[in-house]
């Protein structure tokens, strides 16, 4: 690891303002991801910023019926929370089957969205990749991508983004709040905050340079039969190879995401209008466009069969 300073920020639009001091500084607080990258040094930020201590750690209702789930979160709380359980169970399910115990007790709402989005050859050094390097090529592309990206790839990425939590806060419509250098706070729907890759892999969010996440808001409930299901080669902690989230009200209606097989959380609305002619139909649309490898043309089926399954437990 390579060496670097460090502050404790004192106030959320302090922070930003010191990650605007220090173009190359990184904010911290579980550190789940980015240690583990600084580790291997496929991260190197010459300055961190420990916002640990700028209670954002709340779960508080909003004025329009939602909740408002402040960027320090930890996972663990989240999923348990009494409010989460009862009127948005798709994503408490999420997270639970995101990670282990361990990681859930110290991941943070805002880290969970930032999680960089990356493959086996993101982390081996020897091999070309467009997100560490921009310009270096893709190993992926040619080399072994059974994991990798369907849909909404590109031909300088195939990696697919590693977060549960962020397929359920995509089909629940929520919204990012930050607070940016300047002391200016804007919020971001979910569906703008992630990016596909492009040409420019490395630049993963929307989020502009020294912009914090202050929170997560969650719109009012919408009721209805909500389910995660995650498919993965083994049962222990491990990436999706394809998941679902789904809100399913009783006229067949609702909302659907997809895990594992894009560069974000995928959902089109154009598919959700689909769901009352069942998986087929909405696979269709999801998937429409889909470019798999030979390795990876499972997963179109497999997202059918298991959105079929989600549908049939949503109806009973």
């Known amino acids: ?65 939602g909740l408002r789930i402040g960027a320090l979160v930890r ?37 969970n969205l930032l999680q960089r989005t990356r493959c086996p050859y993101f982390y081996d050094t020897n091999q070309p990749c467009n997100k560490r390097k921009p310009g270096s090529g893709c190993a992926a592309i040619g080399g072994f991508s059974r994991q990798h990206a369907i849909v909404g790839a590109s031909d300088a990425c195939i990696a697919t983004h590693p977060s549960d939590m962020a397929v359920a806060m995509r089909a629940l419509d929520a919204a990012v709040e930050t607070v940016r250098p300047n002391g200016a706070t804007r919020t971001i729907p979910i569906a703008e905050f992630h990016r596909l890759p492009g040409n420019t892999p490395h630049v993963e969010t929307a989020l502009s340079p020294g ?37 399913v009200q009783r006229d067949g209606t609702g909302h659907v995401a997809l895990g594992g097989v894009a560069h974000k959380p995928w959902r089109l609305e154009s598919a959700d209008a689909q769901l009352p002619r069942g998986a087929k139909a909405v696979t269709a649309e999801l998937l429409s466009g889909a470019k798999p490898t030979r390795e990876n043309a499972f997963k179109l089926p497999l997202v059918e069969r298991t959105l079929g399954a989600v549908l049939t437990e949503a109806k009973g």
Request: hydrophobic fraction near 45%; aromatic fraction near 6%.
């Open 1 to 65: 690891m390579k060496s670097f300073t460090y502050e404790r920020a004192q106030s959320p639009a302090a922070a930003a303002a010191a990650a605007a001091r220090h173009p190359d500084a990184k904010f911290i607080a579980g550190g789940t991801n980015l240690l583990d990258l600084m580790k291997l040094e496929i991260e190197t930020p010459a300055h961190l910023i420990d916002v640990n201590g700028l209670a954002l750690d709340k779960i508080e209702p909003t004025q329009e019926g």
């Open 75 to 111: 996972n663990t709380d989240l999923a348990a929370d009494a409010r989460v359980r009862r009127d948005y169970a798709v994503l408490s399910r999420a997270l639970l089957a995101g990670a282990s115990g361990q990681l859930r007790n110290k991941a943070t709402t805002a880290g």
């Open 211 to 247: 912009e914090l996440i202050t929170a997560v808001t969650l719109p009012k409930p919408t009721g209805g039969v909500q389910i995660y299901r995650k498919v993965r080669d083994r049962a222990s902690y491990a990436f999706a190879l394809v998941s679902v989230a789904a809100i």
